[in-house]
């Protein structure tokens, strides 16, 4: 696991394509934005657990699993 250090307004860029970007430090949540194709599809970790929520997975980043 690769451990960085980032300020609000920092980011991260992995394989050239997708930007994780610290939108904002709130005490001790952090608001933090990701930019990806649309191909790419990004989910919370406890999503995944949910079985229920499976077919979800299917949609891309523009599909706002957090609703």
């Known amino acids: 696991m690769l451990v960085l250090r980032r300020k609000s307004g920092?980011?991260?860029?992995m394989?050239?394509?997708i930007t994780v970007r610290v939108l904002a430090i709130e005490g001790e949540v952090i608001k933090i934005g990701?930019?990806?194709p649309p191909d790419v599809i990004i989910v919370r970790e406890e999503l995944l657990d949910?079985?229920?929520n499976a077919p979800q997975l299917a949609a891309p980043i523009g599909g706002?699993?957090?609703a």
């Open 10 to 13: 920092q980011a991260i860029v």
């Open 15 to 17: 394989n050239g394509v």
């Open 34 to 36: 990701f930019e990806a």
């Open 50 to 52: 949910d079985a229920h």
């Open 64 to 66: 706002n699993l957090d």
